[in-house]
Structure formats: structure tokens, C-alpha cells
Nanobody
């Protein structure tokens, strides 16, 4: 069972930056596909960015050019660099992982508890 722990959320002014981290543990091997999702109050959880084992990334249109997903396989850590943040980016951000390449599908089998991002 994969455990995921996110960190790095906070409150920032519009135009600012934050870097989220997600540490994965409890699994063997390196074939772990990971992604970031977010959920704002009253809205469905949406996929933000996903990365495969070759380092190829997929982004939802709203964050293209502003967010960058990356993964340190040696440290089993996923990152999300968020630049030029906007108030509409305010949400709880979740890390997700699976052994299948699910990209931005919500069918990931493992989820973290989330880290709050607030943009004022």
C-alpha cells in the first residue's frame, strides 16, 4: 500500500509562487505513476498535472505555462512548482499515485491527505 504525504501549501498573493512536495513510501520498485489534483469548495476534484516514468508531463489547460511537475525517483518525491498563482488556483491540492499510467484520470489507487493552497 503506497502512502503519500504532501507539504508546501500556504497562503500567497496573486502572482506569487509555491512549491508543493509529495513523498511516497510503502512500495517496491520505481514504476510509480504520480499526479497532482486539486479540489476547491463546492467543486469536483480535478487533475492538475501528471508525470510518467519517462518524465513526460501532462497538464490541465488552466495551469499550462505556470505550473511544472517533476519527480525525483531516487527520493520518491513528487513536486509541483506553481508560478504566477491566481485566486482561482485556491484549493486543496492532493498527490495521487498508481502503478498504471492514469494521467489525469481520478482512478488513482493511492491518495494523500492534501495541502491547502490559498491565493489572495
Amino acid at each position: 500500500h503506497v502512502q503519500l504525504v504532501e507539504s508546501g501549501g500556504g497562503t500567497v498573493q496573486a502572482g506569487g509562487s509555491l512549491r508543493l512536495s509529495c513523498v511516497a513510501s510503502g512500495f517496491a520498485g520505481s514504476n510509480l505513476y504520480m499526479a497532482w489534483f486539486r479540489q476547491a469548495p463546492g467543486k469536483e476534484r480535478e487533475g492538475v498535472a501528471a508525470i510518467d516514468n519517462a518524465g513526460s508531463a501532462t497538464y490541465t489547460y488552466a495551469v499550462q505555462g505556470r505550473f511544472t511537475i517533476s519527480k525525483d525517483n531516487a527520493e520518491n518525491t513528487l513536486y509541483l512548482q506553481m508560478n504566477n498563482l491566481k485566486p482561482e488556483d485556491t484549493a486543496m491540492y492532493y498527490c495521487a499515485a498508481d502503478f498504471f499510467n492514469l494521467q489525469l484520470s481520478r482512478q488513482y489507487s493511492s491518495w494523500g491527505r492534501g495541502t491547502q493552497v490559498t491565493v489572495s
